[in-house]
């Protein structure tokens, strides 16, 4: 088969791609601990209780666009062009922002669809990012770009908090405004929207040029081995979420069970875990290993780990278990989740999109179902809430096991060869 050779992205249009990586994500990490203060003051005559009740739906709705946006900004890519989704989605992502400037004027259920306009515009960056990276590297970087990426969503949620808040503070001496004056959420907002602005120009000054070749005989040729694998990955990353956020929901929980564990101990263990995924990144870029291993061994690998930390988490005595625990459940899933985008790297050129898209959409609805089930099941088995989470897992890696094809690498529809 002739194989149309993909142009490699340059540096700095790579540079690009991460920061918009970067920006959605520390946009999103940023304003997240904000919202209860900025809806105690929009639902003044509301309790507390309520307004907690409307920052997790407001989560919700956000998540709920991004589920329904991904599999559209996907599709919408392989036909109308990456360069094209990608502006629309950072345009979209800088005015649903700006106008949370103005809550009141929107009112409770206008917050709302801001923020399911936002996770809907997200949603055709992050996937959209991956299936042009995928489709424009050659194979022999592709393993070290995708653990890169997701290094750089990591370090955007991590550190958008700190950032939007010094951030903040210049847009606040810049206007010369009384920071008592300005909500606090306001320079946050100003930030995000000003960032992503950024990136927009950037994007759209860096891919002007940029133009991938389809090899349509490949298209027709790889389309049912495409959905098959697709599916399957689909499922893993989906399970992987729906594990990740039920064992997170149960950290924050574990301070009602444990008098000894504080609110400073939750924060560690989540900084643990966000420092530990990261390093298992970086240690992939490092070491090229998805290039070497094969996939499946991986994420076998990652999934051994992850279902030895829940069962730590499940019989702990002690907060000292409960570090270790979540070390070695952030590492098994920060393990699985690169190698799960990698191996769906592998679709074919038109399909890229659309299994990139379904990626995210799987993530999210995993992530969404696996809050809302984690809850429940913590309030009916408490700490054991932990070892029950371990069998989707074990399940999943049952799957891999009978039917290894469905996580395996195939043929390059670049023109490369994979080892299985």
């Not at 920052?55 to 890519?77: D, E, N």
């Not at 995708?146 to 503070?169: K, N, Q, R, Y």
């Amino acid at each position: 088969m002739t194989a149309h050779a993909s142009p490699d992205l340059k540096r700095g249009q790579l540079a690009w791609l991460a920061f918009a990586v970067v920006v959605v994500s520390a946009g999103y990490g940023a304003l997240m601990p904000l919202l209860p203060g900025w809806l105690g003051r929009l639902m003044a005559a509301h309790g507390q209780s309520e307004v907690v009740r409307h920052v997790g739906l407001i989560s919700g709705a956000y998540a709920a666009g991004v589920l329904i946006g991904a599999p559209m900004w996907g599709m919408a890519s392989d036909r109308l062009g990456r360069r094209s989704v990608l502006i629309v989605g950072m345009l979209g992502y800088v005015a649903s922002t700006l106008l949370l400037l103005a809550p009141e004027r929107a009112g409770l259920v206008g917050v709302y669809a801001l923020r399911a306009s936002t996770g809907l515009f997200v949603a055709a960056v992050v996937p959209v990012v991956s299936a042009l990276v995928a489709e424009s590297t050659p194979q022999i970087a592709r393993a070290q770009r995708f653990a890169w990426l997701s290094a750089m969503s990591l370090v955007g949620f991590l550190i958008g908090p700190g950032v939007m808040a010094v951030g903040g503070s210049i847009v606040v001496a810049v206007l010369r405004t009384d920071a008592e004056t300005l909500d606090a959420t306001q320079p946050v907002i100003l930030l995000s929207a000003l960032l992503g602005g950024v990136v927009m120009l950037g994007l759209a000054v860096s891919l002007r040029d940029m133009r991938v070749p389809v090899d349509r005989a490949q298209v027709e040729a790889t389309g049912g081995v495409d959905d098959r694998r697709a599916m399957g990955l689909w499922l893993l990353n989906g399970t992987v979420m729906f594990v990740l956020a039920g064992f997170e929901l149960g950290i924050v929980m574990q301070d009602r069970q444990h008098v000894a564990l504080s609110p400073a101990d939750v924060s560690l263990m989540f900084a643990e875990c966000s420092l530990v995924m990261l390093g298992v990144n970086v240690a992939l870029f490092w070491t090229r290993l998805l290039e070497r291993a094969a996939g499946a061994g991986v994420i076998a690998v990652g999934i051994a780990l992850a279902v030895s930390g829940l069962a730590v988490l499940g019989q702990h005595r002690g907060i000292a278990p409960m570090y270790l625990g979540v070390s070695l459940t952030a590492a098994g899933t920060g393990l699985v989740l690169p190698t799960v985008a990698y191996l769906a790297a592998g679709a074919s050129q038109r399909r890229l999109g659309r299994t990139m898209g379904g990626l995210t959409a799987a993530a999210g609805l995993g992530q969404t179902i696996g809050s809302a089930a984690s809850g429940w099941l913590f309030g009916l088995v408490a700490q054991v809430s932990f070892t029950w989470l371990s069998l989707p897992l074990l399940a999943t890696l049952g799957l891999l096991l009978a039917r290894p094809d469905w996580w395996s690498r195939q043929a390059d529809p670049r023109g490369a060869s994979r080892a299985s």
